[in-house]
């Protein structure tokens, strides 16, 4: 029957597609050459660069497609040879999850409470959440969370519980913070303060202090940096409730969101470091799935006390759930990456790259001081902060990310000690160029990383 | 170089993981039972389910995750092929995309500007948004836009823009609206006007007219439905710009925004249906891209009129990009996905598949017809309204969506006439016990899908 169908449906009186106004135009554009014309251009590079123009009317051979896919691939890789100034981790492999490709899963709606959206990955999701829950120890029954699509999704959501507990609330984030943060602020239409940081990009919470005593009359918000963005600094929570509670602000005037980016799911791992963990009065935490775990999409976990839900949560009859996150429809690849990292490292294996890339930040930072580089790298932290190349080209090579006069690099898990060494002597070699050959002077960074690490003449 | 640094990081004093109260708890939960006693609980299936606790201090191996992968695809199989409520293209085919799974793509920022993450797919997204400009008619130069995580995305960017544009203007949308728009009128702190609509789902004009003369001190931000969740109702844009005049407000003193979820993209295929385009006084459309193309994951695609964007545009150095998106970092898979079906469909594969569809849906509404059911099926739709089955589980297992006395089948690529005459049969089947063998009367309905379409004793 249904070949049957299909072939009628196809001399059924459906109008041609250009036979529209807006159709025609696409194929008129697109009617004039050859098809062999347009093939030709198309595998044609035109520097370096294929192009992906979607020009024919007829459907593409996917050999053709695959073709324009390969030399994709062939370029990603030549660019991962200089992948260093962002937090994600590219070493990963998840050839095992290839057959998933074939399904499009969607977590929509609350994850404990399920849907009608039958394809869905919704236990990976739980079971995701309640490792990060042991994580970040918060008791079952305590908690709510879910796989975000990044970030800023999990900032959006920690943001947006703390505006609903306080409607005139005051947002406080450091001016380290990431950009996400003063977008939501606009969006959110929230009072938005920006606290001074101290050298190394932590808050400074004597500017705090002033801002919150000057600010008493109204409950404060609070985004703390677990990694800012370019310093690799974290936020000491403990000395921050201890500022709220010296301003005089009580424990049920103050709600503190973490982004924890980067670092709020490596800290624990490290003895020393600060705990990070909702034993102390923080209200949720996100961290991005796609940095220390390494993900194809961008991904998150988001986790809040589950008292704070109830605000934005509505029943939605149409998938049987509740409407309680940031986006509706989620991805379900997202939980299953996460869950298949989790646990195919383990813990062990986990701390064991988190002391590789400590370490692999310790070696990056003593080359360049070796060299009279200025350079800072934060205890705690494996983004190296360092003296702004001249050049922007050799920045855009090694994909550094760059801040007025300072750039870094973080050292993710695929940054290895070869890496390194290629970036370090190509850096010290161009250097020396662009500083002709020690004729001019190495800037003062003493405002940006500090005096005692900055290599200027006066400092050095 | 890098192995004698990678072993003597092995050995160095960093704590152990298991010295960490955080972490020895989630190892202490975790070392009394055997290891062989965790695999066999695991492996274990529970009601059908594997566990897929994150139990394990040390690594799984490979071949034990490949083996729940492996158990999970087999349940997907299953689900698919009951998969019949959601507007999820399920029928396509990436494998040609499996070597991506092995990067980290990121399009964080404008795509128009690049950034500095140099493994991305901006490229990729530039052709599908010219694609998509060709198809709603606006000339390059004049729009800006954007590959989202999906519809809720694209209307959080839209109706901002809108808000943006008239900070004080009040958001008008149809009470058949999806549920993120309330949602985000309630994220916006923006006063939502809700209105009526007819009994096809499509916005009521008199209603509207109605409230927007009770509110003509405003500004009014419209968001249309082209294509609603529930009934497929497409709002008549050409209409609601008529209503506005005739309320007496001009040009500059509205903002439209169309949530083209799954018909945004099909309707310019359609001869007689509305014409979706920027020729038309619209200022931002949002398609989903999971819907008609079909994508492993959530995305969708967000086109703006230019001069919009600027006021959420911040230039960032950290990405040497304009931070004018919602969220921050982006998938550079997604904007592939889309390119790659672009490709491969070609426009006459699109408008075949999209007759398909529709003949699929009248196909379905007549046999349920045939059978005594209500059922509803509107114009350029194929989203076929229905009586909702009395029993809810007979619903999960045909993935329907449903809402209060009605129920939905949107007929997607892979919903085959065989798929279809398959939960035909079991619905008129237990339909039958249901009704008691005809003792029973099928429900009013006329509320709902209106008189014509209903079957109950007085309009049948």
Redesign the interface.
Known sequence: ??NT??K???S?S????H?????S???G?NAKPSREYEEQREIQENNG?MS???T?????T?VK??EI??H??GT?NE??L??L??P???D???????????????NAGDPFSGS????N?S??EC??L??FA????INKGEYWGYVT?????GN?HGI?MGREKFPNGILYTSQDS???I??IA????MQCVTVGTLVSGEIDCVDLKALLVGHRDKPAIINLNIGT??KGAVDDIDLVVQTLENSGFSHDQFYIHCDGALFGMML?????AP?I?FKKPIESITI?G?KFL?????CGVLMTRIEHINS?S?D?????SK?VT??????G??P?FL??A???????????EI??C???AR?LRDQLRDAGIGTMLNEFSCTVVFERPLDDSF??KW??????NIAHVVVMQHV???LL?NFINEFIQKRRIWFQNELRNPPCLADDIGAENCTCILHY
Not at 19 to 23: G, I, M
Not at 92 to 106: E, R, S, T
Not at 399 to 404: D, H, M, P, T, V
């Open positions: 029957m249904e169908l299909e009628s449906a196809m059924i459906i109008p041609k597609v036979e529209t106004e807006q159709l135009k696409m194929l554009s660069q992906l123009a979607i024919e009317c007829i459907e593409k996917q497609l695959a896919i390969t994709y691939v990603l660019k991962k200089h992948f100034g962002y994600t981790n590219q990963f492999d998840y050839d095992a999850l290839a057959p998933l490709l074939n399904f499009h899963l969607n009608n959206f039958g394809l990955s236990n990976f079971c995701v309640e490792w042991n994580l970040w120890e699509t990044g970030g800023t999704e959006l947006l990431h950009y996400s003063f977008k606009q969006m959110y239409r963005t370019m624990p791992f490290l003895k020393q705990g963990t991005s796609h390494g993900c194809p999409i961008p934005l509505r939605v009859e149409v998938i049987a409407d940031i986006t509706g429809s989620r991805s690849h997202a299953i869950w298949y989790l646990n195919k490292k383990g813990l062990i294996g986990m701390e064991n002391q590789k400590m370490m692999n070696y920045s855009r994909n550094l990310a760059w801040k007025k290895t000690i070869e060494n």
